[in-house]
């Protein structure tokens, strides 16, 4: 066993040189990533890969004595897609960060994975443009990420998730030979579009070396931000429903409930909660902006909110901060398990009383924010980590209540015609239910899929398909 350890780890220096380190501490941050779930083992070793040619050499080898390769990026990810499992080759492309070009004419850019997501929009503001997926970690996430696992965020009511600012890729497939998919030209329907398939793929097919990506004009004219509280979240959330009833399409809609308004009160100091029990944020964008700003405060005020529109841009940073304020607030309360369902607009009422339920059976809060705009809801599990060997938890730590809790959460959404997950992915967290969302012949053909891009099973093995 010992030897082939040592054949594989000689052929990788060989090859790699300095890129590759078998250093403890390298090894150790592997092994998790921001959900918190960390890999029972360790991996072989990590490849820092700087070109795409250190990538096909680092897979190539990994075929040739059946290593497992794990793809990784900035390590962002929440639902343990990228995490090291014990004895895989991780193969980062953290430091393959260049932007190589960006073509205001065509509206495009063409990057490396390591680019972070942030960083292109600030390149891309000097040509007046925008890459418009935005999840919430996009100062430290990087592309190749947000493309491996279709990422969302607060605009993509309006913009859409990642998948619609992709055009073609680059990827390195499991035998070390690059494919090229997609296009430059804004339309394109010649053969299987591929370049969709991999995104959201989860590294199971392959590793994204480069990425041809959309850049949307930055919206013209000022945005206008609302904010309006209300006495419980459900008549919220049919608030947020009628905005999009009435037609009207802010950028921005997000929810919080009564549990996430304590715990910024709790962390600021503030006194959020006396204003009402659930906060609806949203911005208008482009031009129209001030009347569609102004036609959503009638519908929010309709239906019961107390609705602020901001007169100016620090009233507004004053109401962005209060949603800002969310992800500090939830991890000063403990461990946190950061779910993550999408259900139609029309339910997410529906889907939060779910959630108010569950969180009463089963003795838990569970402060849940939503991009209300698209019915994508972050339901957050709050929790202290067992002992090693508590008969209350599982293998690390998380007690058995919150997975009973987060069963529950999921059948609540697939019953309300949702899904698992809106934008965070599968990976390990969430692979036990797959099939109950997709059906068994869905699953089937997915696999048959993966073993056609990876017919020895080495790329990101137990990730997403349930083992």
Not at 211 to 226: E, N, S, W
Not at 336 to 361: H, K, N, Q, T, W
Not at 445 to 462: C, E, S, T, V
Request: proline share 4%.
């Amino acid at each position: 066993m010992h030897s082939a350890r040592d054949g594989v780890l000689a052929r990788l220096r060989e090859e790699l040189g300095g890129v590759l380190s078998v250093d403890a501490d390298v090894l150790r941050d592997v092994r998790t990533d921001r959900a918190g779930w960390v890999s029972p083992g360790l991996p072989l070793a990590v490849v820092a890969a700087t070109e795409i040619q250190h990538v096909q050499a680092a897979v190539r080898i990994a075929a040739e004595f059946g290593v497992p390769v794990v793809p990784r990026g900035a390590g962002t990810g929440l639902a343990g897609g990228a995490v090291g499992t014990p004895g895989s080759l991780v193969i980062s492309t953290a430091l393959m960060n260049r932007i190589l070009e960006i073509s205001p004419a065509d509206e495009l850019a063409v990057v490396e994975p390591g680019v972070i997501n942030q960083h292109l929009s600030d390149a891309a503001a000097e040509f007046g443009l925008v890459f418009s997926p935005d999840p919430a970690s996009k100062d430290i996430s990087s592309i190749g990420g947000n493309i491996a696992t279709n990422a969302g965020g607060l605009l993509c009511a309006k913009y859409g998730v990642t998948r619609e600012a992709v055009l073609g890729l680059k990827v390195v497939l499991a035998d070390g030979s690059l494919l090229e998919t997609g296009r430059r030209s804004v339309k394109g329907v010649t053969g299987l579009d591929l370049t969709a398939l991999l995104t959201g793929s989860e590294g199971t097919l392959g590793i994204i070396v480069e990425a041809t990506v959309r850049l949307r004009p930055i919206a013209a004219g000022l945005t206008h931000t609302i904010g309006a509280f209300f006495p419980d979240v459900t008549v919220a959330a049919r608030a947020a429903a009628a905005v999009t009833a009435a037609r009207l399409r802010p950028s921005v809609m997000e929810l919080m409930d009564t549990l996430s308004l304590s715990a910024i009160d709790r962390l600021n100091g503030s006194a959020l909660g006396e204003r009402g029990a659930a906060f609806l944020l949203v911005q208008t964008d482009g031009h129209g902006a001030a009347a569609e700003a102004a036609a959503i405060v009638s519908v929010v005020s309709a239906q019961g909110g107390d609705a602020e529109l901001a007169l100016d841009e620090e009233a507004g940073e004053r109401l962005l901060a209060i949603r800002r304020s969310f992800h500090w607030a939830i991890s000063a309360l403990g461990e946190v398990l950061i779910e993550d369902v999408c259900v139609p607009r029309s339910r997410l009422a529906d889907m939060f009383a779910a959630i108010e339920g569950i969180g009463l059976r089963h003795g838990l809060d569970i402060p849940t924010i939503a991009h209300a705009g698209d019915g994508n809801l972050h339901p957050n599990f709050v929790f202290e980590r067992l002992a090693p060997g508590d008969p209350a938890g599982d293998e690390h730590g998380v007690p058995l209540v919150i997975w009973a809790a987060a069963e529950e959460l999921f059948q609540a959404a697939i019953s309300l015609g949702g899904t698992l997950t809106g934008e965070h992915g599968v990976g390990v967290l969430k692979r036990r239910w797959l099939e109950a969302e997709i059906g068994s012949a869905s699953l089937g053909l997915q696999r048959r899929i993966k073993a056609a891009f990876d017919p020895a099973g080495i790329m990101n093995p137990g990730k997403v398909f349930p083992v």
